[in-house]
Every structure is written in structure tokens, then in C-alpha cells.
């Protein structure tokens, strides 16, 4: 199966850096996302809707967050997490559908790998893939606050007119908070990002003090 013979390649020994971390999520996304769209469009946007509801669950429901984000659990305790974050993907009543065989082959892979802490990584990387198939381009503001309506317009208004997202049928920007970029802004769209944060020229001042010493 493609999705297994591609997401088996990531297999790798804990303790890699976030930039590695990511770069393994990417792999899964890439996977999930060839697998699904090798199979038909029907299936690409049933795995879309099964792993958006998987994320949701996780975000909204502590006990997902901590059974992804808890490397000790035992086999059958992840088993059963899984069924559990499979039953979030298929819903509840008259909407209940089984979910596909490849959303259950990436959860159970990612657990045999050790890596259902990626699992948040993945969905949103695949998400990335699945709105560039449909046209779209998402782009991230990441600011230390929330940043004003109208600055957000402005800012949409300038990245609109940008070579990328020209090429794009539809630009979606959301604002993100993290105080710890210190002020200033990190946009990021598709595989690229401009870091215009204070954290940035803080830790690039540190490298050259460092080395300067």
C-alpha cells in the first residue's frame, strides 16, 4: 500500500529537534495525501473530513490530547485510543460512517512508530496539501497578540497581491497567538515562511555574540 510503504520510511529514533519532527510529520502528510488521491477524489475528501474531526477531537477533548502526547502507554492502551479517535472520525446517529482504511492505517502506523505525538503535525500538513489541490492557499500570521481587524485587512490585502497567491483561487489568512514571538509578525504560506519577529533578530544577535566570544 502506498501510504504503508512510504510512511514506514520515517520510522525513526526519538529525539530528533522540532525541524526534524516536522519534516517526519510532513512525510506521513505527503503519504496520507498520495494514497488518498491515488484511490479517487471521493475517498481524498472523506480522509480530509475523517482527519479534520480526528483534529477537532484533540484540540476540544483533554483526554485525546494527553492519550497522542503519552509515550508510555502500553499496546492495548493505544489500541484502544485509537478506536476511540477513529469512532470522533465517524461520527455518531444516522451521519455514522465507517472510517477508511487509510485513516485507520495512519493512526495505527503512527502509533507502531512511536509517533502519535506527530499526529497533530500530520493533519495539518496534510490539510496544506488538500487545500492546494482545491486551489486554495492558506496563509499564517503569527503574531506575540491578536492583531486588529484592520491590520489583518491590510495585511490580506498586500499578500493577495503577492505571485503566489495570484496563482491561488482562493487566499484564506488566520491570525495565530504566541507571545513568544516577542513582537513583530512570522507569515507562513505554503512551504515558505518570513520570520519578521523580534524573537528572530533576538536569537540571530545571540549567535553572533556567541560566536564572537
Known amino acids: 500500500m502506498l501510504l504503508t510503504s512510504a510512511a514506514r520510511s520515517v520510522s ?4 530528533f529537534s522540532r525541524r526534524a519532527a516536522s519534516t517526519i510529520a510532513s512525510k506521513y502528510s505527503k503519504a496520507v495525501f498520495g494514497a488518498a488521491l491515488a484511490k479517487s477524489p471521493a475517498t481524498l475528501n472523506k480522509v480530509a473530513t475523517e482527519l479534520s ?3 477537532n477531537a484533540i484540540k476540544t477533548q483533554p483526554e485525546a490530547a494527553t492519550f497522542i502526547s503519552n509515550p508510555t502507554l502500553s499496546q492495548q492502551e493505544r489500541e484502544k485510543g485509537i ?7 465517524e461520527g455518531t ?7 477508511s482504511e487509510i485513516t485507520k492505517n495512519l493512526l495505527a502506523l503512527l502509533s507502531e512508530n512511536g509517533r502519535l505525538g506527530e499526529t497533530e503535525g500530520v493533519i495539518e500538513g496534510f490539510n496544506e496539501l488538500y487545500a492546494e489541490h482545491k486551489g486554495e492557499l492558506t496563509v ?6 491578536a492583531l486588529p481587524k484592520d491590520v489583518l485587512t491590510r495585511l490580506e490585502t498586500t499578500l493577495k497581491a503577492s505571485q503566489a497567491a495570484q496563482k491561488a483561487k482562493v487566499v484564506k ?8 514571538v516577542l513582537g513583530g509578525l512570522i507569515v507562513d504560506f505554503g512551504d515558505k515562511t518570513i520570520d519578521l519577529s523580534a524573537q528572530s533578530r533576538v536569537t ?3 549567535n553572533v555574540l556567541t560566536q564572537s566570544v
Open 12 to 15: 525513526v529514533a526519538q529525539g
Open 53 to 55: 474531526s480526528i483534529s
Open 83 to 89: 478506536q476511540s479517535l477513529l469512532s470522533k472520525a
Open 93 to 99: 446517529g444516522a451521519k455514522k460512517d465507517q472510517a
Open 140 to 145: 499564517t500570521v503569527t503574531s506575540a497578540a
Open 173 to 180: 489568512i488566520t491570525n495565530k497567538v504566541n507571545p513568544t
Open 204 to 206: 540571530k544577535l545571540n
